[in-house]
């Protein structure tokens, strides 16, 4: 079992304690605010769908790979017979837990905006650390793109969206395989080669970039863009806010990530990103490959501030020089009364009470993922 590397102690300080229950009070609460949900989800399942009708909109526990599984969720199709975007949901956790089966009525929600949604689940603490997770969002990812056509999906308009620890699983595993990616086809391998140019951007290059051969890793499919919500990028800063909240011994995240300086960073997507600061400065590839992003973080958020969104949004913003940003789309949005789950609640079903902030993130998940391909 992954825990047995680092001792787990419960904290005897009595500041620590107090703030222990205080976190602990948050979580009950915040159960019941999740009751209203539960109604709402056992109202849609067995009375608005019904058992039939399930079936037609979801296939579930499909295995992708040897420990785990996933769901897929269903969109009416285009009358004009063509294939709609995925999204790939990554739910949060603290990378030590959670299930798929949360997040039914949210992904119904995307899929009747005319997704196809897939909603994988994964290892997580302690079974595995955090490889075993990469290992599993990257044959998720490899899946969904391998029987894109048998679930009507477009293999070219593949999202993954996460939450929380979800957003930092799906941003570390697909940065990180771009990233490699460039730097493979920009070694002296390739150094008299063509310049490598994804089919997404240029169909005449497409032979080039299906051809796996003789590469020395199985790279991911082009991911078109990335929503990342709520999401921990800087593992070591986080980790200060969690002990300020006086929660750091009983989190799973120092532990999935090794308990060590060197795990921190290596498992921190910005930290990522500025190892590799002269591929943004100069790599033609890196700029062809790099998805459209979408950040957002609610400002009320006390579980993971909102200044891990920023400085992601920032130091990107730094890293790329003023002439290729305008090749790039890197998105933003705060929303000033949303706490930490409501990026994910607010797209669930709740048949009690209807949010504002519900429309507001639809339209800007639609015009994210929307964008006329011409301007993509």
Not at 31 to 57: C, D, H, N, Q
Not at 108 to 133: A, Q, S
Not at 313 to 339: P, W
């Amino acid at each position: 079992m992954a825990q047995t590397d680092a001792e787990f102690n419960l904290p005897y300080n009595p500041t620590r304690i107090i703030k222990i229950n205080i976190a602990i009070f948050e979580i009950i609460f915040g159960w019941f605010t999740y009751l209203p949900m539960i109604v709402s989800y056992l109202y849609w399942r067995y009375w608005k769908v019904g058992a039939e009708r399930f079936k037609e909109i979801v296939s579930v526990d499909i295995p992708y790979c040897k420990s785990s599984k996933l769901d897929v969720y269903h969109p009416t199709k285009k009358s004009n017979g063509e294939s709609s975007p995925i999204i790939i949901f990554i739910y949060g956790g603290s990378w030590s837990s959670g299930t798929k089966l949360i997040y039914t009525t949210l992904a119904n929600t995307l899929r009747e905006l005319g997704y196809v949604v897939v909603v994988p689940d994964y290892r997580k603490y302690p079974e595995v650390k955090i490889d075993g997770m990469y290992e599993d969002i990257r044959d998720a990812i490899k899946w969904t793109h391998r029987h894109a056509s048998e679930i009507n999906g477009d293999p070219e308009l593949i999202f993954v969206m996460g939450h929380s620890a979800g957003a930092q699983l799906a941003a570390q595993v697909v940065l990180s395989d771009i990233i490699e990616q460039v730097k493979y086809h920009e070694s002296n391998q390739y150094a008299q080669s063509p310049p490598f140019v994804s089919k997404k951007h240029d169909p005449s290059m497409k032979e080039i970039q299906n051809n796996n051969n003789n590469k020395p890793r199985d790279f991911l499919p082009l991911v078109e863009g990335l929503l990342l919500f709520s999401g921990v990028y800087d593992i070591a800063s986080h980790l200060i806010h969690e002990t300020s909240r006086g929660v750091e011994k009983v989190s799973a995240m120092s532990r999935a990530m090794g308990s060590s300086t060197e795990g921190y960073k290596k498992n921190s997507p910005l930290h990522l990103i500025e190892k590799h600061e002269s591929l943004f400065a100069t790599s033609d590839d890196l700029l062809d490959l790099w998805p459209r992003i979408l950040l957002l973080h609610g400002q009320k958020d006390t579980t993971v501030g909102m200044d891990q969104s920023a400085s992601m949004f920032n130091t990107l913003g730094k890293l790329f020089s003023m002439e290729r940003r305008q090749e790039l789309d890197v998105r933003m949005r705060l929303y000033k009364r949303m706490a930490h789950g409501e990026p994910v609640t607010s797209l669930m079903s709740n048949m009690f009470t209807k949010k504002s902030e519900k429309n507001l993130l639809l339209k800007d998940i639609q015009e994210f993922i929307d964008l006329p391909q011409d301007d993509a």
